[in-house]
């Protein structure tokens, strides 16, 4: 297949051949979605620490008499039953929340994100983005040249350009990233994606 492609200013140029495997799959939601869920998994630390009933500071004295008061029957107040008790099955913080992904279910699932993005018209191929200085202003003009919203927008090169990577740390819901630092969660997160075209060459090459 074919992707359209575009310069700086936004005008159209020759057409990229790119690999039907990468860009042209069919939509499989259930490997998207197992795909985002195991990535956001083994992002997670699991060091959340809770304390059980032995582990409060509170006193192991019986807190009222077990009969005539009206009330229900308590041992101590570090129960879990009570408020500021210990957890009933608390965690230990040594929690381990990762999930295993295939390395072919990884290449199959992002080669369908993309796919996705390509018949949504959210895909834009670009022959090169740079900017002449660190500036916000300079990057935000370049994206409103192509045509594009910087509400999100996620910018994919094949290497990463300091200046393009300083202008977009102050815009809050634009990502740079390099070919192979692109993730399943940031390709799901935004409605559109910049590819260079020397981007699209190397993702070919990790997912083909």
């Known amino acids: 297949m074919e992707l359209k492609v575009i310069n700086d200013k936004g005008q159209s140029g020759a057409n990229l051949s790119v690999s039907d495997a990468v860009f042209g799959r069919e939509f499989n939601q259930d490997l998207v979605h197992q795909l985002v869920t195991a990535y956001m998994a083994n992002a997670r630390s699991g060091n959340s620490k809770q304390k059980s009933r032995c582990e409060i500071a509170k006193s192991t004295h019986k807190p009222f008499a077990q009969k005539g008061t009206g009330r229900a029957r308590a041992g101590m107040a570090s129960s879990p039953l009570w408020r500021g008790g210990g957890k009933i099955f608390p965690n230990t913080g040594e929690e381990n929340y990762s999930q295993k992904i295939n390395r072919k279910m990884y290449?199959?699932?992002?080669?369908?994100i993309l796919s996705k993005l390509v018949s949504d018209d959210r895909l834009v191929v670009i022959?090169?983005?740079s900017v002449e200085a660190p500036k916000t202003k300079l990057l935000m003009q370049k994206i409103k040249s192509l045509g594009l919203d910087s509400g999100r927008l996620l910018i994919i090169t094949d290497k990463l350009d300091e200046n393009l990577y300083l202008s977009s740390r102050n815009?809050?819901?634009v990502l740079v990233l390099e070919a192979h630092q692109a993730d399943p969660v940031s390709l799901v997160r935004f409605p559109s994606v910049i590819v260079t075209r020397g981007a699209?060459?190397?993702i070919e090459e990790m997912f083909a």
């Open 107 to 112: 290449r199959a699932g992002v080669a369908t």
């Open 127 to 129: 022959d090169d983005l």
């Open 171 to 173: 815009l809050p819901n």
């Open 200 to 202: 699209v060459a190397k």
